[in-house]
């Protein structure tokens, strides 16, 4: 078993990964991207100013998908958003 970001992300082969990334749909994309920001948490990258922006910004980028669902649900029933 191989891993990445500190043990945080597995894989079986650099090959499998290669695929992995090639095939990778959205979810997994900001799950990567958490558990990257994560590593680099851990190993003292960020000061705790810098680390409470990235996670303001990584959750903003998580919930933009429900929050256009919303939009579009008021706008389809004749609602307006605003």
Known sequence: MNTIFGGLFN???KE???D???EIDENSAK????LS????????MFTLEES????????KIKNKKD????????????????
Not at 31 to 34: A, F, H, V, Y
Not at 39 to 44: E, H, L
Not at 52 to 59: E, K, N, Q, T, W
């Open 11 to 13: 894989y079986e082969t």
């Open 52 to 59: 409470h922006i990235v996670y303001i910004c990584l959750d």
């Open 20 to 22: 992995f990334i090639k």
């Open 67 to 82: 929050e256009d669902i919303i939009l579009h649900n008021n706008n389809s029933d004749g609602n307006s958003s605003n």
């Open 31 to 34: 799950k990567i991207i958490e």
């Open 37 to 44: 920001l994560l590593y680099c948490q851990k190993m003292g």
């Open 16 to 18: 499998s990964l290669d």
